[in-house]
Nanobody
Framework: QAQLVESGGGAAQPGGSLKLTCNVS????????MAWFRQAPGKEREGVAT????????LYSEALKGRFAISADNTKNTVYLEMNSLKPDDTAVYYC??????????????????WGQGTQVTVSS
């Protein structure tokens, strides 16, 4: 059974950093497209970053590119999201998600078939 468990969320100050972890079981990370999404209070869920760790390809939200970095450790079957220069607007619940491999990386949420429970990130001074 496919399962995604996020961890690493918490409180951070503006300008700080956090690293989220998505522990995967039931399938191999390298055989899927993995992504991080987030949902801020009162807003729709949005794509943050996605990775094809077999081919070492990534896709980022243009608004977050340069501050966030997605990576995967295929030997540990784990996906990470490193977040730097955090801003209060980054406050959200962050979700890990899995999509079946396709032709290209995407933030279309309908193709993501498995989701984690989410981890809260709060950025404030």
């Amino acid at each position: 059974q496919a399962q995604l468990v996020e961890s690493g969320g918490g409180a951070a100050q503006p300008g700080g950093s956090l690293k989220l972890t998505c522990n995967v079981s039931g399938f191999a990370v390298k055989e899927s497209y993995m992504a991080w999404f987030r949902q801020a209070p009162g807003k729709e869920r949005e794509g943050v970053a996605t990775i094809d760790s077999r081919r070492n390809r990534t896709l980022y939200s243009e608004a977050l590119k340069g501050r966030f970095a997605i990576s995967a450790d295929n030997t540990k079957n784990t996906v990470y999201l490193e977040m730097n220069s955090l801003k209060p607007d980054d406050t959200a619940v962050y979700y890990c998600a899995r999509a079946i491999r396709g032709m290209y990386l995407t933030f279309m949420q309908g193709v993501y078939t498995t989701w984690g429970q989410g981890t809260q990130v709060t950025v404030s001074s």
